[in-house]
Nanobody, 122 residues
Framework: QVQLAESGGGLVQAGGSLRLSCVAS????????MGWFRQVAGTESELVAA????????DYTHSAKGRFTISRDNARNTVYLQMNSLKPEDTAVYYC???????????????RGQGTQVTVSS
């Protein structure tokens, strides 16, 4: 059983930056691909960024490319999402998730955290 805990959300003005962190415990972090999803109330979750188990492969949703960077530190059991040039439409609850790569990019996850709120004001 893997537990995931996010931090780093908050309120930021448009154009600003935030760095989200997700710490894993209770499992073999380095064996999982990791993803950051976001969800606005009443809508489906969206996979924003994903990273393979050893950090070799990354993938981003179109709106995140060039602005967000996903990275991981397997020694610290932590995955990060650096978000720059934030826009009001990035406002959502962001949560991290763990799974094998193929299911993860299809949105099929094994474990997820509770999420952290990101609010971008205009």
């Amino acid at each position: 059983q893997v537990q995931l805990a996010e931090s780093g959300g908050g309120l930021v003005q448009a154009g600003g930056s935030l760095r989200l962190s997700c710490v894993a415990s209770g499992g073999t972090f380095s064996s999982y691909a990791m993803g950051w999803f976001r969800q606005v109330a009443g809508t489906e979750s969206e996979l924003v960024a994903a990273i393979s188990s050893r950090g070799i492969t990354t993938d981003y949703t179109h709106s995140a490319k060039g602005r967000f960077t996903i990275s991981r530190d397997n020694a610290r059991n932590t995955v990060y999402l650096q978000m720059n040039s934030l826009k009001p439409e990035d406002t959502a609850v962001y949560y991290c998730a763990a799974a094998d790569w193929a299911p993860l990019v299809l949105g099929l996850i094994d474990y997820r955290g509770q999420g952290t709120q990101v609010t971008v004001s205009s």
